[in-house]
């Protein structure tokens, strides 16, 4: 069993280490006061400190779950941050979303340092990590990603090894500018419906049946008939930042990105409309108040 530190006990991370605690490992989490209420994890066993020097002090391996690219670094890198205290050997996992060209620098930081870095950002919703069923996409030696495995194998269903430091972040950008891309299509395409005076049952039951079904339908689905956004609990600050990171890596690597900074633009616009606490699937109400 690993010693393993946490920093990041948000939705996502909060699922994370419970599963952690629930397999066996010992678990010291960064006391922050964006985590969710650690009441249980302690109860369970778990610990926590205040800065990351002593949790990496402490700790076999690192799993990061913070917002982006700014706070792993700041985590990392910072006065008193966990690179100030790491160990020789020990093993940073980053499960954040991150721009890659930023994640290369932050390995390097913390080859330099003696530890070792992969890049494992994750897919699916807070459900799925609290059930242990998360899909990872991961970036990093091949034979550290091996030798992580079976603590990556505690919260995630479906691990894949996408190639080298940076993949696991690129592919995630891949991913969500995909995802995120066709909720927006389809957000647009339920608000004209509104405005066309067509019922969101008989919308949502045509695509389903047809070429727009799909998990993205799936999951705004409850929203257009029920106006419950919480199937897709996912802050549209989160879809802002995530676009943002696709749009940059695309301009870094000189691809067409027409349609990406489209998307960007639309949760840009939300975000300024209705806020960034609001959850994706209200991007169709705001659509069609717009």
Same mark, same amino acid.
């Given at each position: 069993? #690993? ?13 994370? #280490?419970? =599963?952690? /605690? ?12 964006? =985590? ?20 990496? @002090? ?15 670094? #700041? ?18 996992? &980053?499960?954040?979303?991150?721009? !890659? ?8 930081? /913390? ?9 494992? !950002?994750?897919?699916?919703? !807070? ?12 970036? @990093? ?16 269903? =479906?691990?894949?090894?996408? @190639? ?26 339920? #608000? ?6 067509? &019922? ?21 689905? !409850? *929203?257009?008939?029920?106006? &419950? ?15 943002? *990171? *696709? ?27 209705? @806020?960034?606490?609001? *959850?994706?699937?209200?991007? /169709? ?6």
């Amino acid at each position: 069993m #690993a010693k393993v530190g946490m920093v990041g006990i948000g939705l996502m991370g909060h699922g994370i #280490a419970s =599963n952690l /605690v629930k397999h066996g490992h010992t678990l010291t989490v960064l006391e922050h006061p964006g =985590n969710q209420p650690l009441d249980a994890l302690k109860a369970a066993g778990a610990t926590s400190v205040a800065d990351g020097a002593t949790l990496a @002090g402490q700790s076999d391996v690192i799993i990061l779950c913070v917002t982006g690219s700014p706070q792993v670094e #700041a985590v990392l890198l910072s006065e008193g941050g966990v690179l100030a205290g790491l160990r020789p050997g020990t093993v940073i996992i &980053d499960c954040s979303t991150a721009i !890659p060209s930023s994640t290369v620098k932050v390995a390097e930081a /913390v080859a330099d340092a003696g530890g070792r870095f992969l890049d494992a !950002p994750m897919t699916r919703t !807070p459900k799925e990590a609290a059930e242990g069923r998360l899909n990872l996409l991961v970036g @990093g030696d091949a034979a550290l990603f091996e030798e992580c495995k079976p603590l990556l194998a505690c919260f995630a269903e =479906n691990i894949t090894h996408a @190639g080298p430091i940076g993949a696991g972040h690129r592919m995630k950008l891949l991913h969500n500018y995909v995802s995120l891309g066709v909720v927006a299509l389809l957000s647009e395409a339920a #608000a004209c419906a509104l405005r066309a005076e067509i &019922d969101p049952a008989v919308f949502a039951d045509v695509l389903t049946k047809g070429g727009g079904g799909g998990v993205a339908l799936e999951r705004i689905k !409850p *929203y257009l008939l029920e106006q &419950d956004p919480s199937s897709l609990r996912f802050f549209m600050s989160n879809a802002q930042k995530d676009l943002s *990171y *696709y749009n940059t890596m695309a301009a870094e690597t000189g691809a067409v990105r027409e349609i990406g900074a489209a998307v960007q633009h639309t949760f840009d616009q939300a975000v300024t409309q209705g @806020g960034g606490d609001r *959850y994706v699937p209200e991007l /169709v109400s705001l659509l069609k108040d717009r």
